[in-house]
């Protein structure tokens, strides 16, 4: 049983390139999101899904796309990457609003 | 909005001591609650969770006391292993959307 997965683990990017965070979970939980996490700051949502094809923004969106084309999957997009992005991103899961969410391993992305 | 804010960012304790952690959030619509652990280099773990029609859930070795009045919450954890040393965040759901706070580093001294 996998969980969470996220891919790739690790990820260098120049300025102005663009990539995708991928996130797939096998436990068919209908709410996926993800975050991003700072030195100091704690953990903030940039997108969330309640189910396929639904998305919305959270905390702070900006400079990022989602999709949720399926239930298993819910990529994170960066069109054109910044040093501000420079970042450790989780992905999450759970059965839905206020209930357990299970985090991924994440993807730590420095932007030069 | 919410906010979410742990009272101290590190915390050293000694191994078989009890640690307790606190956590304040800022709206008194929040019904639910949830503590994870951080492991370096790893993502979040869920520990225990608590909703706003209960005042203190029970796990193993771990207690989360709710304070609606104040809107504060606490973890505590008995008996303190080296295993435990990791950072620690509350988070509260807010219509769909959780918010964490900064984190307590808790440090296990044997």
């Known amino acids: 049983n996998a969980g969470v997965t996220q891919t790739p683990k690790f990820q260098v990017l120049k300025t102005g390139q663009s990539m995708t965070l991928q996130c797939a979970q096998d436990?068919?939980?209908?709410?996926m999101s993800w975050y991003r996490q700072d030195p100091g700051m704690g953990l903030r949502l940039i997108h969330y899904?309640?189910?396929?094809?639904?998305?919305d923004q959270g905390e702070v969106p900006n400079g990022y796309n989602v999709s949720r084309s399926t239930t298993e999957d819910f990529p994170l997009r960066l069109l054109s990457a910044a040093p501000s992005q420079t970042s450790v991103y989780f992905c999450?899961?759970?059965?839905?609003?206020?209930?357990?969410?299970?985090f991924g391993a994440g993807t730590r992305l420095s932007v030069l | 909005g919410e906010s979410v804010g742990l009272h101290l960012p590190t915390l050293s304790v000694q191994e078989g001591d009890n640690s307790i952690i606190n956590c304040a959030y800022s709206?008194?619509?929040?019904?639910?609650f949830i503590w994870y652990k951080q492991e370096s280099g790893k993502g979040p773990q869920f520990i225990i969770d608590?909703?706003?029609?209960?005042d203190k859930r029970q796990g193993q070795r771990v207690t989360v006391l709710l304070n609606k009045t104040v809107k504060h919450l606490s973890l505590q954890i008995a008996a303190t292993q080296p295993g435990d040393s990791a950072v620690y965040f509350c988070?509260?759901?807010?219509?769909?959307?959780?918010?964490f706070g900064t984190g307590t580093s808790l440090t296990v001294i044997p």
């Open positions: 608590i909703r706003s029609n209960m």
């Open positions: 436990m068919n939980h209908e709410y």
């Open positions: 709206n008194s619509a929040s019904d639910y």
């Open positions: 899904s309640v189910g396929a094809g639904i998305t």
């Open positions: 999450a899961t759970g059965l839905g609003e206020k209930n357990i969410q299970y």
């Open positions: 988070a509260t759901d807010t219509g769909n959307q959780f918010y």
